[in-house]
């Protein structure tokens, strides 16, 4: 099992976690690497936990399967369960995101690709469509009156 954590200096905003529905599923987008030979995967691939694909040898599905080009070892991940939201801390915290079960695989690197959501915390007030992709994000609280921002992001990747 891999997990995926973020640790961010949230300011006037919290609950921040990726827009992932059915009808509108987030991509994880991760560098891979084969467990069997070491290979990294040069490009980046995408995981979505709402798609499902069918293993080689009828061995069940799951939401990424990859074959490495290098030993041609077919691999596996599966998502286990919805994304969590990162809640705003003093000082900033580590926080799990998401979780993955793999097999023959890891993920190396994540790349924060796709449409964030995050709640004011004093106001309640909904913030859409935020690009974590620079690393950082800034906007205004009308009902707060005052400035938001997500800044100092550090994503890891962890071993259960």
Request: aromatic share 12%.
């Amino acid at each position: 099992m891999l997990t995926l954590t973020l640790t961010a200096d949230l300011s006037g905003v919290t609950e921040l976690r990726p827009n992932d529905t059915e009808d509108g599923p987030f991509w994880y987008t991760f560098k891979v690497q084969c467990t069997s030979c070491r290979e990294i995967h040069p490009k980046y691939v995408s995981v979505s936990r709402f798609e499902e694909n069918e293993m080689s040898g009828s061995r069940g599905e799951a939401n990424f399967v990859w074959k490495c080009k290098s030993c041609g070892r077919e691999s596996s991940a599966s998502i286990k369960a919805a994304p969590l939201a990162y809640n705003q801390a003093s000082p900033p915290t580590r926080q799990k995101i998401i979780e993955f079960d793999c097999r023959g695989l890891e993920f190396t690197e994540f790349k924060p690709e796709g449409e964030w959501l995050a709640t004011g915390l004093e106001s309640g007030s909904k913030f859409t469509a935020i690009d974590l992709t620079e690393g950082e994000w800034f906007d205004y609280d009308e009902k707060a009156g005052d400035e938001v921002s997500i800044k100092d992001l550090k994503w890891e990747i962890r071993r259960n």
